[in-house]
């Protein structure tokens, strides 16, 4: 791994950040290309590769995603063997403080503790998020009440996960304050105990699968016009991120014109946002 450790307790910058991601990101390449795992980058990630052949300078993010059965295929591999020796993979299944459906692959040195959050495992530190790729339908009128239920516990996760103390809101806003009040009810309400939200959003996500559907999009953002084809995933290219090669959906011009509108004209400057993630070395 190349990201060069200084050993203070201040907080990392954000080119330390992304050489840090950097180096996961080739590290999770290298592993699912050894496992014959398929990926492609996602969001800003995709974004930054058509635009900038890299990071966007101001993120500090890199996504992926996967298609569900892959996405499987390696929630079982992490169970027996390392994608590296100083990573560490989190998801909802094997740690009760983590509360997503994604995979975060964490680089074992650092630490992260986001303060919007109520709660996050120790074991957090510096990441690359992997998404998976479901079915998504064409209407409501395909299994109506799966589609609402997966709404449903997605809008409680999300309240449960950012039933933050009042201390914490950002920006002290009215608003803020109410939508926190709001939160911390429904947290009340319906504590998602042993990620039962979680385990909810991931079964009627996946009701939709992967292979019986011609559009598919990951399970936290789907709602979005984020969707791929099959084929996106089949013949997938490689595309230049910094000073690797990661995969790129086949179509990612079209992926990123739904999602982004035109994609490549930079947002106003105050529009340049950087994730608050507050990482140091352990």
């Not at 509360?99 to 964490?106: F, P």
């Not at 996946?206 to 791929?228: C, G, M």
Request: overall charge negative; proline content about 5%.
């Amino acid at each position: 791994m190349s990201a060069r450790r200084n050993d203070s307790n201040e907080v990392l910058s954000l080119s330390e950040v992304q050489n840090i991601e950097l180096d996961i990101m080739q590290q999770l390449h290298l592993f699912c290309e050894r496992e014959n795992l398929v990926y492609c980058m996602a969001y800003g990630t995709l974004l930054g590769a058509a635009r900038h052949q890299g990071f966007i300078p101001w993120d500090n993010d890199i996504d992926i995603i996967m298609p569900r059965p892959d996405f499987q295929q390696l929630l079982r591999l992490i169970k027996e063997k390392e994608i590296a020796h100083n990573i560490d993979c989190l998801h909802y299944t094997n740690d009760y403080t983590y509360h997503y459906q994604v995979i975060r692959v964490c680089d074992k040195r650092t630490t992260v503790n986001p303060e919007y959050i109520r709660e996050q495992p120790s074991r957090m530190g510096v990441w690359v998020d992997i998404f998976p790729a479901d079915g998504v339908p064409s209407s409501w009128k395909d299994r109506p009440f799966d589609q609402l239920r997966l709404l449903y516990y997605k809008w409680v996760q999300l309240a449960d996960i950012y039933a933050i103390p009042m201390r914490n809101i950002p920006n002290k806003t009215i608003k803020g304050y109410i939508s926190n009040i709001i939160k911390n009810l429904v947290h009340f309400l319906s504590p998602g105990k042993n990620n039962i939200h979680e385990y909810k959003v991931d079964q009627f996500a996946s009701v939709f699968s992967y292979k019986d559907y011609d559009h598919v999009a990951d399970t936290i953002e789907r709602q979005k016009p984020n969707w791929l084809t099959h084929t996106d995933f089949d013949e997938r290219i490689l595309m230049k991120f910094e000073k690797y090669d990661f995969y790129a959906p086949k179509d990612w011009a079209g992926y990123l014109t739904r999602y982004y509108g035109n994609y490549m004209q930079l947002p106003p400057e105050e529009k340049r946002m950087t994730h608050d993630i507050h990482a140091q070395w352990r």
